[in-house]
């Protein structure tokens, strides 16, 4: 499904009884469209479905645990958001979020205590209890932002589809535990246009001084005490709202009773905030990274967040993506934010991987061709990455040349390259036979193919299976990107035998890659060629 879109108008308008019709004239303006459409790769085919109540430009949408799918944020006016039968919307991004029901084609605006203020393309993610968890990160009309309360972009939340409320969790790379301050809903008191908030100023005041202050100060502590800890002040400089960076779902594991109660996410490069800064697009790119992790105990949603090893250089737009080993490539993107000054940027061609045991950053192969702003890559079935793309704004905004030394501007470039990590040049295990479908709470059995001897060894050595959903990917974001880790069952030389989730949550409905991985000679992990298979589930039928 793709939502939203590009459309362009003039306003204001006059009619006329000459023509008729009304005459645009004055300032072009581009436009959100409510448009939403359906490919179907049966036979390469586009239909149109119903539309959005608002039109969004750079909006992000992801699939729920019920198959739905929500929909948050984008504009409908970018340039001058004035909107005069709803005046109190104005110069803010849309707040309404919408559910699509795919029993009957339909959206539905979710209510008010749905609302909330966010950036464009707002790094959403599905967590294993169903709710949608915001990670503070999208996409800022740099370098001023969107919104006139963008400062609440900083505050990280979960969404709940059932009760469509959000749940602040804390402020965006800080270990503060606004959920547990009593101060939950702060973003939902100070959205002017929530009407039917629960939230009282006299709660909310309470809930300040007895618990606010007294929490965040402890986590705090050690930056107090002691400013010159590099790490507690590398946090404090990498907190808050991060622009034009990717945010990775780390791979779901199970906990000894197979819950998935805990999901990780890497944030790396993009451009800071300054914390708090009024405007959320500073202009360097940084080396910083993060990993916020959200754990689900119960009814309670806690958010944490540390520090890991910077990036070797810093890095504005750079994509993300996951391997079936658990480390992160990371490619192309510039120095520095090309949104603000188009074309000033210098390209950046050497990839890096995170490293999720070590939890750091090394560096890789050199891409063949520069690639920033509208950058893409995907995993492959067999383990490689496809990387493309590379559509920059007109230098300066206005016509489209390439400066010496700086990125290409004169053009797209429509070209594709692939990266073979290192695992895909030697002995790997293979995927036999296995089931083509399988539900949650489900066993699924795998077979092994034993083609030769350095194989058998390689499949006598597998100690994890995974299923990573397919890619789908735009402006750095892909909300239903996932790894899941199955547990193991059974292990024989041609079988093995994992334990499906229980949760519907941790594998939404839909086509996955079957992934084995098995530890080499030297010690190193080493995914098969991956198998199609698709979760089922039992989807929504809420429509009216």
């Not at 790094?123 to 503070?136: I, K």
Request: proline fraction near 7%; charge should be negative; charged fraction near 20%.
């Amino acid at each position: 499904m793709a939502v939203g879109g590009t459309d362009y108008y003039h306003e204001p308008g006059v009619s006329t009884s000459l023509l008729g019709e009304p005459i645009n004239f004055g300032l072009s303006e581009l436009e959100g469209l409510k448009n939403s459409r359906i490919f179907n790769p049966e036979d390469n085919s586009w239909r149109k479905t119903g539309d959005m109540n608002f039109g969004r430009w750079y909006p992000s949408a992801l699939s729920l645990a019920n198959g739905n799918v929500l929909v948050a944020s984008g504009v409908t006016k970018l340039v001058k958001p004035v909107y005069l039968t709803r005046p109190e919307t104005s110069g803010r991004n849309v707040t309404v979020t919408e559910t699509y029901d795919t029993s009957c084609g339909e959206w539905k605006d979710n209510g008010p205590l749905a609302e909330r203020s966010l950036p464009l393309y707002p790094r959403l993610h599905l967590l294993p209890n169903g709710h949608v968890f915001y990670n503070g990160g999208g996409q800022a009309f740099n370098p001023f932002g969107q919104s006139y309360d963008q400062a609440l972009w900083n505050i990280v939340a979960a969404y709940d589809p059932q009760s469509k409320t959000w749940a602040d969790l804390g402020f965006a790379g800080l270990p503060l535990h606004l959920s547990e301050a009593g101060i939950g809903d702060l973003t939902s008191f100070l959205n002017i246009t929530n009407t039917e908030s629960s939230t009282s100023l006299n709660g909310l005041l309470t809930g300040l001084t007895e618990e606010f202050i007294a929490n965040p100060f402890d986590a705090l502590a050690p930056i107090i005490d002691d400013p010159y800890r590099l790490a507690d002040v590398q946090a404090l400089l990498g907190a808050g709202f991060r622009g034009s960076t990717f945010s990775m779902m780390m791979p779901l594991t199970p906990d000894d009773n197979g819950v998935y109660s805990k999901a990780e996410f890497l944030t790396a490069g993009g451009v800071l905030t300054g914390v708090a800064a009024t405007s959320p697009g500073l202009y360097v790119g940084t080396n910083l990274a993060r990993i916020d992790s959200v754990t689900i105990d119960g009814e309670k949603v806690l958010y944490d967040s540390r520090s890991t090893g910077s990036l070797q250089q810093g890095r504005w737009y750079g994509t993300g993506v996951l391997l079936p080993t658990g480390e992160v490539l990371v490619v192309s993107g510039a120095d520095r934010d090309e949104v603000v000054l188009p074309g000033a940027g210098k390209p950046i061609l050497k990839a890096e991987i995170f490293d999720p045991e070590t939890e750091t950053f090394r560096q890789v192969a050199e891409q063949n061709r520069p690639r920033t702003y509208h950058n893409s890559a995907a995993l492959l079935p067999d383990g490689s990455v496809l990387i493309g793309g590379h559509a920059p704004i007109n230098t300066a905004y206005a016509y489209s040349v390439t400066l010496p030394g700086f990125s290409p501007n004169d053009g797209r470039d429509p070209s594709f390259e692939i990266y073979k990590p290192a695992y895909m040049f030697g002995d790997r295990p293979a995927i036999g036979r296995q089931n083509k479908a399988v539900g949650v709470g489900e066993r699924l059995r795998i077979g092994l193919k034993n083609t030769d001897a350095a194989t058998a060894k390689m499949n006598a050595n597998i100690e994890s299976v995974v299923l990573i959903r397919r890619t789908n990917i735009t402006h750095l974001i892909d909300g239903d990107q996932r790894s899941v880790v199955l547990p193991i069952v059974r292990h024989n030389t041609d079988r093995i035998v994992v334990q499906m989730p229980s949760q519907q949550a941790v594998v939404p409905p839909g086509d996955y890659m079957l992934f084995v991985n098995a530890r080499d000679e030297n010690g190193e992990l080493v995914p098969s060629a991956s198998k199609t298979i698709t979760v089922t589930g039992e989807l929504s039928a809420m429509c009216n």
